[in-house]
């Protein structure tokens, strides 16, 4: 079992539709939750962190965090054509700075 | 641009050459990481320094595979006796204080082997 799973999509959405995307993780001992976006052959950009239960929103991005169920997701509200890209789940366990990526996913808005 | 930056942006090289990637992180961030990516992959840890000290590199690593930060500001990123298998976007990462997963990515090397 990988330590981070995502499904790899691609998930496709209608321009304006909310975009859920859902990434689990086997090590209880993680503390800190983060979400990368990265376009076509560019590089990872951080659009969030979470590092308690519940809901996390920074503009059209709301973070969920339920580590019970050890899970995490992240919801795009309004999606763009302009937030096609893969989406990177990373999660660092507490005392660590090294974190582990998901393998991310695909999403596809269309017009 | 005060960004991580990453030199060269593109390398091939035949195989059982040796390379050397260069990073220049954020000038303020102490924490300096190596990733490797292929295609269809999120990035894989290699190697982490604070400051000039190398803390962790993953057992998963080459011994072909070295890194160096000397005085703590840039890094460089060796490989030795190059495979086909090692063919994949070299990206490097910083951070600062607390902060390990806001990191600030590079550009990356992309690595072509022949």
């Known amino acids: 079992q990988k330590e981070v799973e995502q499904n790899s999509g691609p998930l496709s959405v209608p321009e304006g539709a909310i975009a859920s995307l859902n990434c689990t993780y086997s090590d209880r001992g993680s503390q800190s939750f983060f979400w990368y976006r990265q376009y076509s052959g560019k590089s990872p950009e951080l659009i969030m962190f979470i590092y308690s239960n519940g809901d996390k929103e920074d503009g059209r991005f709301t973070a969920q965090l339920n580590k019970a169920s050890q899970y995490v997701s992240l919801l795009i509200r309004d999606s763009q054509p302009s937030d096609s890209a893969t989406y990177l789940c990373?999660?660092?366990?507490?005392?660590?700075?090294?974190?582990?990526f998901g393998r991310g996913t695909s999403l596809i808005v269309h017009p | 641009d005060t960004g991580v930056s990453q030199d060269p942006r593109h390398k091939i090289t035949k195989r059982g050459q040796n390379v050397t990637f260069r990073c220049d992180p954020i000038?303020?961030?102490?924490?300096l990481y190596w990733y490797r990516q292929t295609l269809g992959q999120g990035p894989e840890f290699l190697t982490y320094?604070?400051?000039?000290?190398?803390?962790?590199k993953s057992r998963l690593l080459s011994d072909r595979f070295s890194a160096e930060r000397p005085k703590g500001s840039f890094s460089t990123l060796e490989i030795q006796r190059t495979e086909q298998g090692d063919s994949a976007m070299y990206l490097c990462?910083?951070?600062?204080?607390?902060?390990?997963?806001?990191?600030?990515f590079g550009p990356g090397t992309r690595l072509t082997v022949l």
């Open positions: 320094f604070q400051n000039e000290a190398q803390l962790e």
């Open positions: 000038s303020e961030h102490n924490r």
């Open positions: 990373a999660v660092i366990r507490g005392g660590s700075y090294i974190p582990t």
């Open positions: 990462a910083s951070s600062k204080g607390a902060e390990g997963g806001t990191q600030y």
